[in-house]
């Protein structure tokens, strides 16, 4: 997962006799777009985006109604004026970067931890500011090898993003939950957008152009995207601590957010479309978090990561600043144990679930930072990331009430269980009150619902949100200073800690290997490499790719029922299907979730495919990869244009991304 300011040159002339120019690099960073907090990319000169179905879906469910379920039903934008807004979404393509870790460093030159932790902090938001001011551009420093490297990023954002295509949620999810990480897949995980400006598609010269053959076995091929966070930097302490805290805590949790949640789509249809979106995500968080801790419970992985981060512990042992870098080691293992301890209350000191009430502390901590000169505000509330925040605030999605209620209710009830009836943060909640009396009043009683009401709190600053009675706001209110305190604990004992070892140690790192070896995932854009490949499975071997053949073989191996029932236009048309078209395809560019949209590109820089998945075997990459049996999947490029052309009738899209 390779930084574009420092792209595997070396390795890619060494194994496969390839050297991109910097032009190629160039058009493939300008050509990628992060879209709703994963990945995508532009595919024609007119704004037009690619990525999954399942980045696309709650912005597709945000659209859609009880009569008109674009989800279950699909939708096409026969022409630009039938595009329709998505009123949350927002996308943003990464123009310039640049590197600032002096400046930032600097700041926290002789402080103590905790002052150091602030000082990078204001450091970051002066230069975000400049930056903004300066450009006009969405500016973000980011920190690379735990702090060994701080670069600002510049991003040219848009905000009227328009659906164009999306296929029944079934053909793009096809085997539903019991294939997801699995291969051989047959899913057709692909939507698209058109970003606009000015009422008019904006024109995108960096695009990548779709060749319609795919990769074959054996490609090179190159993967360019947001993934989120990989944690394959941390000490052996900090393994410890997810296998051992992290993960079983969190498991507990999802498995109650699933009950709820199927609790609540139980009641009706529409309830059930409503929550589609949630279900899935959170089936998908279990079956991923489930794959990383069997990862973390394996004896094999774990004696060899404990091999490795002795081995680091060697190297420094032997440097010069090795009484400096012991030091930083072990204050990770004890910041470690404080994150530990504290972890159950920064889970379920919360609203959980409820969409109004993260509203709801967004507002009134917005009103209270920006009252702040910019330095001391606290991040998320610099001005280089206000817009930011009021757009996603000010968003028209739709609101359920009676939803955050029933979740609210069960987390409440699950917190009580965890913490304890007597955890100060619960006992200010509920008084003397049931967990479904608090949750109705606030959540069905509050006017958050109205965007109005919203931009009014956050136009009329403390004052008005001082003075309203909405009791989502009141009771907001009255537990931000404890929310604050817990969080400052947090950042004085463990962030702070974290950072300036973790700044130590980059040291150490760079002293034994250079820049030889990439950052972990922040969520910013990187590329991989890999070949397509095939793999041994289940004492058998997993093809590179599959077909429509297989497609319509698997479902009537199920008898064309539950999660492997495909939408009626594929019988209607089966006879105009050419079934040897490519469906899926795997390859050994390493992934991890916020690729999903991640366009794949061949050697001259062509669009060959659309990652959507890893195998099973791939999720223990969050730690390390695996180049053997983990895999990242994607949809072949031959599926999507014989899916459009044939099923969709939707010609004009495919002349466009055919450029004719």
Request: glycine share 8%.
């Amino acid at each position: 997962m390779w930084t574009f300011d420092n792209p595997p040159l070396d390795q890619l002339r060494e194994q496969h006799g390839f050297t991109p120019t910097d032009e190629w690099l160039d058009r493939l960073r300008l050509s990628s777009v992060r879209i709703g907090g994963a990945s995508g990319s532009f595919v024609s000169a007119d704004g037009l985006v690619m990525t999954n179905m399942h980045v696309a879906l709650g912005y597709v469910q945000s659209l859609s109604g009880a009569d008109a379920d674009f989800v279950n039903n699909g939708f096409y934008a026969g022409t630009r004026g039938a595009e329709l807004t998505a009123p949350n979404l927002e996308a943003s393509v990464l123009v310039s970067l640049e590197e600032v870790t002096a400046q930032v460093q600097a700041a926290a030159t002789g402080l103590t931890k905790a002052e150091g932790l602030r000082a990078r902090q204001a450091a970051v938001a002066a230069i975000e500011k400049e930056s903004l001011d300066r450009t006009g551009l969405f500016s973000r420093v980011v920190s690379l090898y735990d702090g060994g490297e701080y670069w600002l990023y510049q991003y040219e954002r848009y905000t009227d993003v328009r659906l164009v295509f999306a296929p029944e949620n079934q053909a793009a999810f096809f085997g539903g939950d019991a294939d997801n990480f699995t291969y051989p897949r047959f899913c057709l995980d692909v939507a698209f957008f058109r970003i606009y400006r000015d009422d008019a598609p904006v024109a995108t010269p960096h695009y990548l152009a779709l060749q319609p053959e795919g990769p074959e076995a054996g490609d090179l091929i190159f993967v360019s995207g947001n993934p989120g966070s990989t944690d394959r930097l941390f000490t052996f302490d900090q393994l410890l601590y997810q296998r051992d805290t992290r993960y079983p805590t969190y498991l507990d949790y999802f498995e109650t957010y699933r009950r709820l949640i199927e609790e609540y789509a139980d009641t009706s249809p529409e309830h059930a479309r409503r929550v589609q979106r949630e279900w899935l995500g959170i089936t998908n968080a279990l079956k991923a978090m489930g794959g990383e801790y069997r990862g973390l419970t394996d004896p094999a992985l774990m004696s060899r990561l404990e091999t490795r981060d002795q081995e680091f512990r060697r190297g420094v042992a032997a440097h010069r600043r090795a009484p400096e870098y012991r030091a930083a080691l072990e204050a990770i293992a004890t910041a470690t144990q404080h994150a530990a301890d504290s972890f159950a209350q920064r889970i379920y000191r919360g609203f959980v679930g409820s969409g109004l009430a993260a509203t709801a502390g967004t507002i009134v901590r917005y009103v209270a930072e920006v009252d702040k000169p910019d330095a001391e505000r606290l991040p998320g509330y610099h001005d280089s990331e206000l817009d930011a925040r009021r757009f996603q605030l000010l968003s028209e999605a739709p609101v359920f009430p009676d939803l955050d209620a029933h979740l609210v209710a069960g987390f409440l009830e699950k917190s009580r269980e965890v913490l304890g009836a007597d955890d100060p943060w619960l006992a200010a909640v509920l008084g003397d009150d049931d967990p479904a009396t608090v949750a109705a009043r606030v959540m069905e009683g509050t006017r958050l619902v109205d965007v109005d009401f919203r931009r009014s709190l956050l136009d009329g600053g403390q004052s008005a949100v001082d003075a309203t009675d909405d009791p989502l706001i009141a009771l907001t209110r009255t537990l931000d200073a404890q929310r604050r305190q817990d969080q400052q604990w947090f950042r004085d004992e463990v962030e702070s800690v974290l950072t300036d070892a973790g700044e130590t140690l980059a040291s150490a790192r760079f002293d034994l290997y250079g820049r030889t070896t990439y950052p972990d995932a922040t969520g910013t854009l990187r590329v991989s490499f890999g070949t397509v490949s095939g793999y041994a499975m289940n004492g058998t071997q997993a093809p590179h790719e599959t077909t429509l053949y297989g497609l319509f073989d698997r479902a009537l191996s199920f008898g064309n029922s539950g999660e492997f029932e495909l939408p009626r236009r594929y019988w209607d048309r089966r006879e105009q299907l050419d079934l040897s078209t490519p469906v899926n395809f795997v390859t050994t560019a390493d992934i991890i979730g916020g690729n999903s949209g991640s366009p794949v590109v061949n050697r001259e820089g062509d669009l060959v495919g659309l990652i959507f998945d890893g195998n099973i075997e791939s999720l223990v990459g969050r730690y390390a990869y695996e180049a053997e049996r983990a895999r990242s999947v994607a949809v072949h490029p031959g599926y999507i244009l014989e899916a459009l052309g044939t099923l969709y009738d939707a010609g004009p899209l495919v002349n466009e991304l055919l450029g004719r």
